[in-house]
């Protein structure tokens, strides 16, 4: 398969749309967040609706990636890219013109399905076009763009919060879209395995995507009904079962969707558990920052999203130029430095307590967001190349796949784990700090009730006595909350470096190449 240099104008052409497309899927992540209480209000929506708007998408992006990857592979990577990128841009559309919460969730649902198939598409595309000694230095390019619109996220859904226009959050996708479909129609050629044979794995495909579904929706409603309710160990019990009769499948297929022996590369391994620690550690980490920031410390929505600056600037800066670093002198280094650096920023960020609001960031949060920041900057385009460079490029669907559904399942495995944690530090906070508190029984019940909503707990009417001290209890339990997660997020970023030490080599194991 003839490859391109990256400075070619056919290089640029497949660069420009696989970076506008992926921009598409990661500014919604972010922004949506955002205008969440804009969103509530314009649907009147409730707390359990804001839920499922925010996870309907997350839920059938996990479930189908790896099917999106290997379809690429099979039939074609620039036409199921653009497929994925129609049906996005058709579910962004239907998102924006909702009028009711159910039509909302179902228009997310319809954005999962684009996602599946268009994520895994751009790092494949890039992948198996882009000549090898460049191929880092892609993939970094694309990691920077893709990370900057990713943070920058949250400022664009500020400003069109307090605009009063959430719903061009989902509009901005259309032209975006449409402007990657007319350049990857025109000018970036179809490029698949030619030597792939027999059809797309239907059994496997299905089964997984099964697994993936009940396991994420499992996880999604631990915060909710607890781990004792069936709803939530029924579906994580069933699916894992899915994903050992997977597993067998896989083994027995002559044409299986994952070849489990592209796990026998211990590179591949390894830069998948390192994904998997590592970005639960960040989803956490960045979930409650932005939290602790708007609810507690007294920043505005957009004011939290500028926070997140520094990262930004960072990552362009940087990103480009450890992605050719790495195709210099290996992934190794960087993936144990970036990893553990990244976790040395969210505990830096973790003993950050009671500020007087955004006149005092730079010196309580800025330096922690620029040690994260450095971290992820030399992490995220030497981790992709190192996953993409383990394996064949007829495999690199399935690889982008695989990588990318690490991503979001540990998303999933933070917000669920992390946010039914957060409830039981801050309930220990609170009623460790009611003890020594004058509250009669009743009111302290009350008190800690509200522990559910986090830092947005509000002091029940019925408690009309020390209502200032109240808030203060409430503020305090939730910093310490916060800081018990950040400090686990941090762990989890070491571990993620550890998972390096161990498994990664700068000269990989043979390539899988059945």
């Known amino acids: 398969m003839a490859t391109v240099a990256l400075k070619s104008p056919a290089g640029k052409w497949i660069m420009a749309s696989t970076i506008l497309a992926s921009s598409m899927a990661f500014i919604d992540a972010t922004a949506l967040n955002v205008v969440m209480p804009a969103l509530q209000q314009g649907l009147r929506a409730s707390g359990a609706d804001l839920f499922w708007i925010l996870n309907a ?63 895994p598409g751009s790092l494949s595309l890039i992948s198996s076009s882009i000549n090898a000694k460049e191929r880092g230095k892609a993939i970094g390019t694309w990691s920077a763009f893709t990370t ?43 490029i698949k395995d030619e030597d ?15 697994a993936l579904a009940l396991i994420t929706f499992g996880f999604l409603r631990v915060p909710a009904v607890g781990l004792a309710n069936v709803q939530a160990y029924g579906s994580l019990i069933t699916g894992l079962a899915f994903l050992v009769i997977f597993i067998i499948i896989e083994i027995k297929s002559t044409n299986p969707m994952m070849p489990l022996k592209l796990f026998q590369n211990s590179t591949f391994s390894g830069a998948n558990l390192l994904t998997f620690f590592l970005y639960a550690g960040l989803g956490a980490g960045m979930l409650f920052l932005s939290l602790n920031l708007v609810q507690v410390q007294g920043y505005s929505q957009l ?33 144990i430095g970036g990893p553990a650096l990244a976790g040395t920023g969210l505990l830096i960020l973790s003993f950050v307590k009671q500020t007087t609001g955004p006149s005092d960031y730079w010196t309580t949060f800025f330096p922690g967001v620029i040690v994260l920041g450095l971290g992820m900057s030399f992490t995220v385009a030497p981790l992709t190349a190192a996953v993409m460079a ?28 992390f946010g039914a944690l957060a409830v ?91």
């Open 303 to 335: 004011q939290s999203g500028l926070t997140f600056l520094p990262f930004t600037v960072l990552m362009i800066t940087i990103a480009r130029f450890a992605g050719g670093l790495a195709d210099r002198h290996g992934p190794r280094l960087f993936l």
């Open 57 to 119: 998408y997350l839920l059938m992006l996990a479930s189908l990636i790896l099917i999106g990857g290997a379809m690429g592979d099979k039939l074609g990577r620039k036409k199921i890219f653009m497929v994925g990128i129609f049906i996005f841009i058709l579910g962004s559309a239907a998102c924006g013109l909702s009028n009711n919460v159910l039509m909302l969730v179902i228009c997310r649902v319809l954005q999962g399905i684009g996602g599946a198939l268009m994520i």
């Open 196 to 210: 792939s044979k027999g059809n797309l794995d239907f059994p496997g495909a299905i089964t997984i995507a099964l």
């Open 424 to 514: 039981l530090f801050f309930s220990g906070a609170l009623q460790r700090d009611l003890q020594k508190s004058p509250f009669n029984a009743k009111d302290k019940q009350l008190i800690v009730q509200q522990a559910n909503n986090l830092g947005n707990a509000k002091v029940p009417a019925a408690v009309v006595a020390n209502k200032q001290q109240v808030t203060q209890y409430y503020h305090q339990g939730f910093i310490d909350a916060y800081a018990n997660i950040m400090q686990i997020s941090a762990g989890l970023g070491y571990l993620g470096a550890l998972m390096a030490l161990i498994f990664i080599r700068n000269k990989s194991v043979r390539k899988t190449d059945e």
């Open 390 to 417: 383990s394996v064949n490029d007829h495999f690199s669907g399935t690889a982008s796949g695989i990588n990318n559904a690490m991503t979001r399942i540990s998303g999933v495995f933070a917000n669920a784990i």
């Open 148 to 190: 900057v619109v990713t943070m920058g996220g949250p400022i664009l859904g500020g400003a069109l919060a307090d605009a009063g226009l959430w719903r061009y959050i989902f509009f901005i996708n259309v032209p975006i879209g449409v402007l990657a479909l007319v350049m990857l129609t025109f000018k970036v050629h179809e």
